[in-house]
């Protein structure tokens, strides 16, 4: 039982030594192939900068495939994804080539890697001066309020904006949308900005954002009993309606509530609106700013007709 014993300690040992030896073989071997020089090839995008407003850059070509060389180390180390390379088109009118000393290029890239080669080594482009137009902007704003609350007031920064392209594409925009945003249950005011959505890459637009404030308060319930006003009455007739007065309805922010007079409102009817019938139906007008949800409880009077 002892030798069986002792014999199997020395199997496991064995087994972690082996296991041990395995992996600073294979660490050994990572190393190796890491240190040897390798070639690679990447995508680095290109931007344009300094275009004075107005303008557009067109060039056929938007990436610069570099081929570089480098330890594995340092291809594995360096970030090399989502490069960008930006050239001053106040510096290069329409033409830009690649210099190997160029400072900025350079400064892309660790010093550990050399770059082979750039392919196109030659850009070409052409700063247009485009036509502008100004188009309405659709907000995609969805406000619900809690409950017992409202909207009295909201506030845009922009109701349109200057839009430049070609004369034959921005003649086919008649709107710039937001982002769709949505507020629900909103008990207090809210402000923000919201982006413009631009789906054309031919179409610049004058301001990326828009910013927007709605002022939430508190509404409360009001009502009153209006006289019924009577227009457009047929000449040499006279006309008596039933009821003479309505109860109207209405909801408005606590903090005006107390300005509102029954003067401020109005409720009629229109003789233009006889028919066979003997009733005509009740109008609202003049409802005071920041009221809203108004009604009369009753919706029709019945009216006689006499000739005078």
């Given at each position: 039982m002892k030798y069986k014993k002792g014999f199997t300690y020395i199997q496991k040992k064995s087994s972690r030594a082996f296991i041990i030896a395995l992996l600073?073989?294979?660490?050994?071997?990572?190393?190796?192939?890491?240190?040897?020089?390798?070639?690679?090839?990447?995508?680095?995008?290109?931007l344009y900068e300094n275009v004075n407003e107005g303008n557009l850059v067109k060039s056929a070509d938007s990436v610069l495939h570099i081929k570089i060389q480098g330890s594995g180390f340092s291809l594995?180390?360096?970030?090399?994804?989502?490069l960008k390379y930006s050239i001053d088109t106040q510096k290069y009118s329409s033409q830009w080539n690649w210099n190997v000393n160029d400072y900025q290029f350079k400064k892309l890239l660790p010093k550990s890697l050399t770059v082979l080669d750039v392919n196109p080594k030659q850009l070409n482009f052409e700063v247009i001066t485009l036509?502008?137009?100004?188009?309405?902007?659709?907000?995609?704003i969805k406000v619900h309020t809690k409950?017992?609350?409202?909207?009295?007031?909201?506030?845009?920064?922009?109701?349109?904006?200057?839009i430049?392209?070609?004369?034959?594409?921005?003649?086919?925009?008649?709107?710039?949308?937001?982002?769709?945003?949505?507020?629900?249950n909103i008990f207090e005011s809210i402000s923000g900005e919201v982006a413009l959505i631009n789906n054309n890459i031919d179409v610049k637009l004058e301001s990326e954002k828009a910013k927007y404030e709605y002022v939430i308060e508190r509404f409360t319930q009001g009502n009153f009993q209006?006289?019924?006003?009577?227009?457009?009455?047929?000449?040499?007739?006279?006309?008596?309606?039933?009821?003479?007065?309505?109860?109207?309805?209405?909801?408005?922010p606590l903090s005006l509530f107390s300005s509102y007079r029954s003067e401020g409102f109005g409720v009629y009817v229109d003789c233009n609106d006889i028919n066979n019938s003997n009733i005509l139906p009740i109008h609202i007008e003049n409802i005071p700013e920041g009221v809203r949800n108004v009604k009369t409880l009753k919706k029709s009077v019945t009216y006689l007709l006499i000739e005078k």
């Open positions: 600073a073989s294979f660490f050994i071997w990572v190393l190796i192939n890491l240190s040897k020089t390798y070639e690679k090839t990447i995508g680095i995008t290109v594995l180390n360096n970030k090399l994804e989502k036509a502008k137009k100004k188009v309405p902007i659709k907000y995609q409950l017992g609350y409202g909207t009295t007031n909201s506030t845009m920064s922009l109701d349109s904006i200057l430049y392209g070609e004369s034959s594409v921005i003649n086919k925009v008649s709107e710039i949308k937001t982002d769709s945003l949505s507020f629900d209006l006289t019924i006003q009577v227009k457009n009455v047929h000449k040499g007739k006279n006309i008596t309606i039933f009821p003479k007065q309505v109860n109207v309805q209405f909801q408005a």
